[in-house]
Each structure stands twice: as structure tokens, then as C-alpha cells.
């Protein structure tokens, strides 16, 4: 069985800058999860999606955050402008409902 | 709000030697479910280990066991005969058991674990 696929795995960009990064959830999996994990702190969500609709989101910085899930598969976030402290590895997960999540390898984006 | 707090920023062990790493969590509710996750420096994120809050027996998955504590709140991870391929950074998370709502883990900030040869 494939994992979660995240691309890219890494990306560097000058702050004020735009930015996007796509997730591939394990095949069936209602459920996909975006985290971001400052350097040396735990995952903290950003938004949870069941099949295309948004289940939370209220940590999600939505001014200059946003994600979608077309067709309840595959997701993009975005982030425009970047800021420094956007500077993180952001994390995909996905999910049969109300089982385990199961993560991605992450990108890592560093914001100068 | 719920937290989780992971108060040994480090540890280290010999190989084949156990280790114990510390969690203890804050919330107001009685149905929950409790996870120990392992981050190689690879970054993927893997299950280690799961605890539902109603079951009163420990889990256990082949070397690693937990101590869960309900009314102390508090959600140890053992780990036995360490061998070198269990050096990660070791998160404690926790996850609401009401459904229909937010499914989100809540990380504490992790515990890097050295195992020496």
C-alpha cells in the first residue's frame, strides 16, 4: 500500500513570496490533516478536511493561508505572502474515519 | 483546551538497556485517545503505540509498553531492549474520542532519544 505523498520536499523562498505544496492521501482515506511543525515543537494542526469539506480550521492563519481538496483526494496549501516565521516543515496526514492518521514526509520550507 | 506536556527534552540509553519517556496531558474530557509517535531523522511520522482512554489495560506492541495513568493523567512510554534504530524524537499526542468533530492530534513538543552502542 502507497503512503502519503507530499512534493516538494524541500523549498526556499524570500519572504513575501508565494508558495504552494500538494499532498497525495493513502487511496480511500476520508479524512487529510495539514500540520505544521515549527523547528523543536510538536505538530500543531492547520486544517482537517472529510472528503472535500473543512472539519476545522480555526488554527489556520487565514490571511495568508489556504487549502483546498478537489474531488476529496488530493490537497494543495498556499501561502502568500510568506513571512519568516512561516519557516516550518509542513506536515500531511490522512485517515480512515476515525482510525489513525498516518503521515507524510513532509516539506520543509525555509522563508528568508 | 487540551495539552500535552513532555517534560525530558532528552534522553539517552544503551543499547539493550530500558528507557522510559514521560507525558502527562490536561483535559476535561472522559473519552479520549492517547498515541506515542516516533520521528526519525527522516521525518516521517510512525505510530508507535495507541491507548484508549476507557480500556483500563496497558498497551503493548512487541518492546514497547505504556504505564497510563488515568486520574493522574499521565502517559508513560517504555521501551525494552533498546536497539539503535530507536533513536527518533518521540511524540506524545492526544486525540478527543467524541465523533463529528475535530479529529486533530495535539503534540506535545517532543523527547529526543540518543540510543549508544
Known amino acids: 500500500e502507497a503512503g502519503v505523498a507530499q512534493s516538494p520536499r524541500y523549498k526556499i523562498i524570500e519572504k513575501r513570496q508565494s508558495v504552494a505544496f500538494w499532498c497525495n492521501p493513502i487511496s480511500g482515506h476520508a479524512t487529510l490533516y495539514w500540520y505544521q511543525q515549527i523547528l523543536g515543537q510538536g505538530p500543531k494542526l492547520l486544517i482537517q478536511f472529510q472528503n472535500n469539506g473543512v472539519v476545522d480550521d480555526s488554527q489556520l492563519p487565514k490571511d495568508r493561508f489556504s487549502a483546498e481538496r478537489l474531488k476529496g483526494v488530493d490537497s494543495t496549501l498556499k501561502i502568500q505572502p510568506a513571512k519568516l516565521e512561516d519557516s516550518a516543515v509542513y506536515l500531511c496526514a490522512s485517515s480512515p474515519l476515525f482510525r489513525e492518521q498516518f503521515f507524510g514526509p513532509g516539506t520543509r520550507l525555509t522563508v528568508l | 483546551a487540551q495539552t500535552v506536556t513532555q517534560s525530558q527534552p532528552e534522553m539517552s540509553v544503551q543499547e539493550a538497556e530500558t528507557v522510559t519517556l514521560s507525558c502527562t496531558y490536561d483535559t476535561s474530557e472522559s473519552d479520549y485517545y492517547l498515541f506515542w509517535y516516533k520521528q526519525p531523522p527522516s521525518r516521517q511520522m510512525i505510530l508507535v503505540i495507541r491507548?484508549?482512554?476507557?480500556?483500563?489495560q496497558n498497551a503493548t506492541e512487541n518492546r514497547f509498553s505504556v504505564n497510563f495513568q488515568k486520574a493522574a493523567k499521565s502517559f508513560s512510554l517504555k521501551i525494552s531492549d533498546s536497539q539503535l534504530g530507536d533513536a527518533a524524537m518521540y511524540f506524545c499526542a492526544y486525540r478527543s474520542g467524541s465523533q463529528g468533530g475535530s479529529e486533530k492530534l495535539v503534540f506535545g513538543k517532543g523527547t529526543k532519544l540518543t540510543v549508544n552502542p
Open positions: 491507548q484508549e482512554a476507557y480500556k483500563q
